[in-house]
Nanobody, 124 residues
Framework: QVQLVESGGGLVQAGGSLRLSCAAS????????MGWFRQASGKEREFVAA????????YYADSVKGRFTISRDNAKNTVYLQMNSLNPEDTAVYYC?????????????????WGQGTQVTVAA
């Protein structure tokens, strides 16, 4: 079993930055693909970014490409999401997720473990 706990959310002005962290406990997630998803109020959960187990391959949604960076530190069992140039459309609850396997997936149904989410609010 894997437990995921996100942190780092908050309120930021448009154009600002935040870094989210996802700390994993339980079974090591070193061999897992890790992903970030987000869900805005009244909308479906959507894929944001994913990274492979070694941190050498990542994939981003078009809406965040060039602004967000996903990374991981397997020694600390932690995944990060650096978010720059934030805009109000980025406002959402951000979730960390883990999946067993080697392929980066954008569909949330492919992820086995989820955190509780952290709120990110971007003020205009």
């Amino acid at each position: 079993q894997v437990q995921l706990v996100e942190s780092g959310g908050g309120l930021v002005q448009a154009g600002g930055s935040l870094r989210l962290s996802c700390a994993a406990s339980g079974r090591s997630v070193g061999a897992s693909v890790m992903g970030w998803f987000r869900q805005a109020s009244g909308k479906e959960r959507e894929f944001v970014a994913a990274i492979n187990w070694s941190g050498t391959t990542s994939y981003y949604a078009d809406s965040v490409k060039g602004r967000f960076t996903i990374s991981r530190d397997n020694a600390k069992n932690t995944v990060y999401l650096q978010m720059n140039s934030l805009n109000p459309e980025d406002t959402a609850v951000y979730y960390c997720a883990a999946r067993t396997g080697v392929l980066l997936k954008t569909d949330s149904s492919n992820y086995n473990y989820w955190g509780q989410g952290t709120q990110v609010t971007v003020a205009a």
